[in-house]
């Protein structure tokens, strides 16, 4: 990742991709973040299975979701980026068989969701990722798929890399184990090639992008609850869209402002689906002032402009459904508690120990190396408010949400804070060590 110059001192990153967070006074200006990258997967993938040509303005900019593209055009489907713009030339339900292995890089999104896909083609194919994707559990879209007729495996029956020959699929009624939106997806774009009505149901509720999507592109799903359904043999159309902002991505700069009185951030055009505001929610009861203004909707999106005012923050216990819902946020939400008056409490949240990396672990232990008390359980932490973070030696653990959680963790500690392999935040946020810098005021 390149050196930048911004008005401030910039971020300094060495060969080595360690970056160092200097302190801050607060965090304060206005900016468009690219675009969601749940939205972009989901997007792109039924784009590739629609009639016609679709254009997505403000695209994703993180290395997932080209891992989506790149296996797409490896599956035949032509598509075309210019900026932040991605035009793809829909192949009908019909792609072309691979000729070598599907590289999903570090995208767990990529391979769970494309599997669903993959499993109604007549073709073979091999789905495989790096080192943290290899790690990463599988079984659930493996069990799933195999009901439905695919046929899928791979090494130990759970973690990648994945061989699956597709085919003629039976619809079936599932109920899934464990709460994950890249499963439901998965099972209900395989549904499109199911005779039959698919039924998924998730034992707690999670973000809906793949409904959205699916009906954006003139499929009908039918939503109860915590179930959906969705008949075989529909054909997709092409759409136009602009993808709203990332309000997973946009969680570090709303916990960076939220830190410090006195912080005045605005986000424009940034992502308002309502299975993804917990944290606007929490930060709320937390003390923060957020205000959410002009409102729009696209393709079942809401949308709108969020202005931030730092304020002195309280704490919070995270449970249950709302681990569920803010799991992709709590990293950051445990590297500003010890900022906080009361601390935070994380339990139920035992996924978060098989992303990218164990981060449960990765936390606790970037904590500590800060001079925190923090205690580690199997499920959660807890995290005692009222602490005084000193700069350290941190890792990312190759994981992007490591990397940019402590890096506004940093903002409030005394000293520098070093953060090794800070370049796994091209995964998911490309931009962010740059955009934080030009925002932080010191």
Not at 15 to 27: D, F, L
Not at 45 to 53: F, N, P, Q, T, V
Not at 288 to 305: D, M
Not at 382 to 390: K, S, V
């Amino acid at each position: 990742m390149a050196q930048t110059t911004t008005k401030n001192q910039p971020p300094i990153m060495n060969k080595a991709s360690t970056v160092v967070i200097r302190p801050a006074r607060n965090v304060s200006g206005s900016l468009r973040l690219p675009g969601d990258k749940s939205i972009s997967h989901r997007y792109a993938m039924l784009a590739g299975i629609a009639e016609g040509k679709t254009r997505l303005e403000n695209f994703s900019t993180g290395a997932d979701c080209a891992s989506t593209l790149a296996c797409l055009k490896a599956l035949g489907v032509d598509w075309t980026r210019n900026g932040n713009a991605v035009e793809i030339d829909g192949r009908g339900s019909k792609l072309h068989a691979p000729v070598v292995p599907l590289d999903c890089g570090n995208s767990g999104s990529t391979m769970r969701m494309l599997s669903g896909i993959l499993a109604g083609q007549d073709f073979s194919s091999e789905l495989i990722g790096d080192e943290s994707l290899s790690r990463r559990p599988m079984a659930r879209i493996i069990t799933p798929l195999a009901l439905m007729g695919a046929r899928i495996s791979s090494a130990d029956g759970n973690r990648p890399p994945l061989q699956i020959t597709g085919g003629p699929l039976k619809a079936i009624d599932y109920d899934m184990p464990v709460a994950s939106a890249q499963v439901k997806s998965a099972l209900l774009f395989a549904g499109l090639f199911a005779k039959g009505e698919t039924r998924v149901e998730e034992p707690v509720t999670t973000r809906d992008h793949g409904e959205m999507a699916l009906r954006a592109f003139r499929a009908m799903v039918n939503q109860r609850g915590k179930e959906a359904r969705i008949e075989g043999g529909q054909k997709l159309r092409a759409i136009e869209a602009q993808i709203p902002g990332d309000i997973s991505s946009a969680s570090f700069l709303l916990c960076a402002a939220a830190l410090f009185p006195g912080s005045q951030l605005v986000i424009n055009d940034l992502l308002m689906n309502p299975t993804r505001s917990h944290l606007l929610d929490l930060l709320i009861s937390m003390g923060a002032g957020i205000t959410v203004t002009q409102l729009q909707e696209q393709h079942g999106e809401l949308r709108g402009t969020l202005q931030v005012e730092g304020r002195s923050l309280s704490g919070a216990v995270i449970s249950g459904v709302d681990s569920a819902a803010l799991i992709d946020e709590i990293p950051v939400l445990a590297a500003i508690a010890p900022h906080t008056s009361r601390g935070i409490e994380i339990r139920d949240a035992q996924e978060l120990r098989v992303k990218e990396s164990d981060r449960i672990a990765g936390l606790a232990t970037n904590l500590r190396a800060m001079g925190a008390e923090v205690e580690e359980r199997a499920d959660g932490l807890t995290i005692p408010g009222r602490q005084e973070l000193r700069g350290g030696e941190v890792e990312s653990f190759g994981d992007h949400r490591i990397a940019m959680a402590f890096a506004v963790a940093a903002l409030r500690a005394e000293g520098e804070t070093r953060i090794h392999q800070a370049d796994a935040a091209i995964i998911s946020y490309p931009e962010f060590f740059e955009v934080l810098e030009n925002l932080v005021q010191r």
